[in-house]
């Protein structure tokens, strides 16, 4: 696999440790800036999630992705 498609592999697997994390934290959390971390948190990591999600299908689409 080229590096870069392991690179977008990897972001993904680092969005799902942040989604992980930022729902851990919100249940876990003892006051309100907690929750205004956790929620940047998730809602960053749904971000970088679509970008890198619609960058591999560029890839596929033009072949490149292996």
């Keep these: 696999m080229k590096a870069c498609n392991k690179n977008i592999n990897k972001t993904l697997g680092l969005v799902e440790k942040m989604i992980e994390l930022a729902n851990s934290g919100d249940n ?22 679509r970008i890198a999600e619609e960058e591999k299908k560029i890839h596929r ?3 490149k992705w292996d």
């Design 61 to 63: 689409d033009k072949g």
């Design 28 to 49: 876990d959390r003892e006051d309100v800036g907690c929750g205004i971390l956790y929620g940047i948190l998730r809602d960053s990591a749904y971000r970088i999630k």
